[in-house]
């Protein structure tokens, strides 16, 4: 997919540097408190912590976009070649089915927080705004997924499925 580089195929790849690049600065913070200061608090531990999470689901979607998520390919190969694309679509129907539910009940359960106005003990911020990484990065991958159900088919010659 490299030579159909449009910008919005490039929204995990920025997104994950600058969230990876924000939690370093703010890890690395965190770290001279502690030991040339002898000093901590405990908003830049537990924000540490949620820029990780959105950095490991965002880039999540990005390994897909990529094709380089973990895939057991020698599952694949146990089957005569002439249904391994059958197998492999197989396989992407059902992690796609598996994004679709994820984002939709995590959009739920996003929504039941924003109407509690639960927030983070550290910080004193919405938990919605926490939680949200898991619709939104799993609408992400249903996109992707798509995407590359769309390539395979389109452009056979150039893409693999598997």
């Known amino acids: ?21 924000f939690l370093l600065a703010i890890l690395s913070y965190q770290i001279g408190l502690r030991f040339i200061f002898s000093n901590s608090n405990s908003w830049s ?15 999540a979607s990005y390994a897909i976009f990529k094709w380089s998520h973990i895939k057991i390919e020698a599952l694949l190969k146990v089957w005569p070649k002439k249904i391994r694309k059958f197998v492999a679509y197989l396989g992407v129907s059902i992690f796609l089915l598996y994004a679709i539910l994820i984002c939709y009940h995590g959009a739920n359960y996003t929504m039941d927080l924003f109407t509690t106005g639960q927030v983070s003990m550290g910080m004193r911020i919405p938990m919605w705004t926490m939680y ?5 990065s799993h609408g992400a991958w249903a996109i992707r997924l798509i995407q590359h159900i769309y390539y395979t088919i389109r452009f056979p010659e150039e893409y693999e499925i598997y």
Request: avoid cysteine; aromatic fraction near 14%; glycine fraction near 2%.
């Open 45 to 59: 531990e537990e924000l540490a912590r949620y820029l990780f999470v959105w950095y490991v689901y965002v880039t």
């Open 1 to 21: 997919m490299e030579n159909k580089v449009k910008p919005w195929n490039r929204i995990e790849e920025v997104l994950g540097v600058l969230l990876l690049a």
């Open 132 to 136: 949200a990484a898991i619709p939104v």
